[in-house]
């Protein structure tokens, strides 16, 4: 493969000098995008099957949200250093075809009333330990299909579509469950993967891997530059607990929010999709506003308004009652807030992340925030059901509501907050290597 400066592809042609001209990049964009909504769309969509037609207590359904965030913080830092060794092309290709049979064989099975929780269990950690590869290798792969100087334009596509699918994958997962059932809306989401599997194997240039035969020492040391790094960069160490503190949180809203909608508001499957779908237009409007607000008003400021807005919005919700003729447009209002916000921080936080990390550390630095950030997420929902089981549904989504406020205090006490309108340049760092190695 030609490097990533080089401007002529393996066919001997300049490579465009658009990056959207650029077709294995289309595909990429393409497959990750769909591949993202259907992750982040089974996020809802297993819950909502395991309440809806599973009768799941809220115990259980802390337990099967936190079996399918579990790989995260397994996983993810080995994965890291084992998809340098191969194509990542190959990687997501694979994952794509194991997360359709999975979601595949959940629709087949719930049709006929074949899958009960057990199953459910597994069908969830096997998503989420795929979901771990594709992500870690989606990544990877960016930096070694475009030029150089194509890096930020790329990784802004590749992480807008993430951060959107983020906030919007749970929306349709709403809306899919609500407007058709819980099997049809898995076979949806496995339909997702489907399609991205169709555009990844696309992607013709030939990457360059690593030897496969590292010593173990090797991938260890190579984890623990990528931890060294982040801890002793005052920025990505409060990116790290910042984001530690509302994946936290919000996994426990979410695991009582999904039980409190059609329990305690008596809300029907379509209302519920309707107030979920919600967060999607915000998101839109938060991309959009990220691309002009840090410019004006600086990083600093808009990162702690957006994240207290976003996330204080939820605060509101446990005072809903299902006899109110204001509970659904006031939902759909707060997904609405929290999805602007969301979206905000994702790009702000992303863009901060890219700035101040030197090209040699990008995919451990994000690996390890990630594994740290999301790393907790298994645990919130696990508290989330423990609450929602001995406090009752709406003292418990007030509390965890009011635990998510803990992530734009962290920031205000830190050096994100005095970030201004320009972000500092990435400094050298001995930890990064030269050679094949990314």
Same mark, same amino acid.
């Given at each position: 493969? =030609?490097?990533?400066?080089?401007?002529?592809?393996?066919?001997?042609?300049?490579?465009?000098?658009?990056?959207?001209?650029?077709?294995?990049?289309?595909?990429?964009?393409?497959?990750?995008? /769909?591949?993202?909504?259907?992750?982040?769309?089974? #996020?809802?969509?297993?819950?909502?099957?395991?309440?809806?037609?599973?009768?799941?207590?809220?115990?259980?359904?802390?337990?099967?949200?936190?079996?399918?965030?579990?790989?995260?913080?397994?996983?993810?830092?080995?994965?890291?250093?084992?998809?340098?060794?191969?194509?990542?092309?190959?990687?997501?290709?694979?994952?794509?075809?194991?997360?359709?049979?999975?979601?595949? !064989?959940? !629709?087949?099975?719930?049709?006929?009333?074949? &899958?009960?929780? =057990?199953?459910?269990?597994?069908?969830?950690?096997?998503?989420?330990?795929?979901?771990?590869?594709?992500?870690?290798?989606?990544?990877?792969?960016?930096?070694?299909? %475009?030029?150089?100087?194509?890096?930020?334009?790329?990784?802004?596509?590749?992480?807008?579509?993430?951060?959107?699918?983020?906030?919007?994958?749970?929306?349709?997962?709403?809306?899919?469950?609500?407007?058709?059932?819980?099997?049809?809306?898995?076979?949806?989401?496995? &339909?997702?993967?489907?399609?991205?599997?169709?555009?990844?194997?696309?992607?013709?240039?030939?990457?360059?891997?690593?030897?496969?035969?590292?010593?173990?020492?090797?991938?260890?040391?190579?984890?623990?530059?990528?931890?060294?790094?982040?801890?002793?960069?005052?920025?990505?160490?409060?990116?790290? #607990? *910042?984001?530690? +503190?509302?994946?936290?949180?919000?996994?426990?809203?979410?695991?009582?929010? &999904?039980?409190?909608?059609?329990?305690?508001?008596?809300?029907?499957?379509?209302? /519920?999709?309707?107030?979920?779908?919600?967060?999607?237009?915000?998101?839109?409007?938060?991309?959009?506003? *990220?691309?002009?607000?840090?410019?004006?008003?600086?990083?600093?400021?808009? @990162?702690? +308004?957006?994240?207290?807005?976003?996330?204080?919005?939820?605060?509101? %919700?446990?005072?809903?009652?299902?006899?109110? !003729?204001?509970?659904?447009?006031?939902?759909?209002?707060?997904?609405?807030?929290?999805?602007?916000?969301?979206?905000?921080?994702?790009?702000? /936080?992303? *863009?901060?992340?890219?700035?101040?990390? =030197?090209?040699?550390?990008?995919?451990?630095? +994000?690996?390890?925030?990630?594994?740290?950030?999301?790393? &907790?997420?298994?645990?919130?929902?696990?508290?989330?059901?423990?609450?929602? *089981?001995?406090?009752?549904?709406?003292?418990?989504?007030?509390?965890?509501?009011?635990?998510?406020?803990?992530?734009? /205090?962290?920031?205000? #006490?830190?050096?994100?907050?005095? @970030?201004?309108?320009?972000?500092?340049?990435?400094? =050298?760092?001995?930890?990064?290597?030269?050679?094949?190695?990314?």
């Amino acid at each position: 493969m =030609p490097s990533a400066s080089s401007a002529v592809s393996d066919s001997g042609r300049p490579v465009p000098s658009s990056l959207w001209r650029d077709s294995d990049f289309r595909r990429l964009w393409v497959g990750q995008t /769909v591949s993202q909504l259907g992750e982040h769309t089974g #996020l809802v969509v297993l819950p909502l099957f395991a309440v809806l037609t599973l009768n799941a207590s809220a115990t259980q359904l802390g337990v099967l949200r936190a079996v399918g965030q579990a790989p995260i913080l397994l996983l993810s830092l080995f994965v890291g250093a084992w998809v340098d060794r191969w194509r990542t092309r190959t990687v997501m290709v694979l994952t794509d075809v194991g997360r359709t049979l999975a979601l595949g !064989a959940a !629709a087949v099975a719930g049709l006929f009333g074949g &899958l009960g929780l =057990p199953a459910l269990f597994v069908i969830a950690f096997a998503v989420g330990a795929l979901s771990v590869f594709f992500d870690v290798a989606y990544q990877a792969s960016l930096v070694r299909l %475009v030029k150089r100087d194509q890096l930020v334009r790329g990784n802004s596509a590749l992480e807008g579509s993430r951060s959107a699918a983020q906030i919007g994958g749970p929306a349709l997962g709403g809306a899919l469950v609500s407007l058709l059932s819980a099997p049809i809306a898995a076979a949806s989401s496995a &339909l997702f993967f489907a399609l991205s599997f169709l555009s990844i194997r696309r992607i013709r240039r030939v990457e360059s891997t690593a030897e496969r035969l590292e010593r173990p020492a090797w991938v260890w040391r190579r984890i623990h530059e990528g931890l060294r790094f982040v801890v002793s960069d005052p920025s990505l160490r409060t990116v790290c #607990l *910042a984001s530690a +503190a509302f994946q936290f949180s919000f996994a426990a809203v979410m695991t009582v929010y &999904l039980l409190f909608l059609p329990r305690e508001l008596h809300l029907s499957g379509t209302a /519920v999709g309707l107030a979920l779908a919600a967060a999607g237009p915000g998101a839109l409007l938060g991309s959009m506003l *990220a691309a002009r607000l840090p410019n004006r008003f600086g990083y600093g400021p808009v @990162l702690l +308004a957006a994240a207290a807005l976003g996330d204080g919005v939820f605060l509101c %919700v446990p005072a809903l009652h299902s006899s109110s !003729a204001v509970t659904v447009p006031a939902l759909i209002a707060a997904n609405f807030v929290f999805g602007a916000g969301g979206q905000l921080v994702n790009v702000a /936080v992303m *863009a901060v992340r890219q700035t101040v990390t =030197p090209d040699g550390m990008q995919g451990r630095a +994000a690996a390890t925030i990630t594994f740290v950030g999301m790393g &907790l997420s298994p645990l919130g929902s696990l508290l989330g059901g423990f609450l929602a *089981a001995e406090w009752g549904l709406r003292t418990s989504l007030l509390a965890t509501a009011a635990g998510m406020m803990l992530s734009p /205090v962290v920031m205000a #006490l830190s050096p994100l907050a005095r @970030l201004g309108r320009t972000l500092p340049a990435a400094p =050298p760092t001995p930890y990064a290597r030269k050679g094949p190695r990314p």
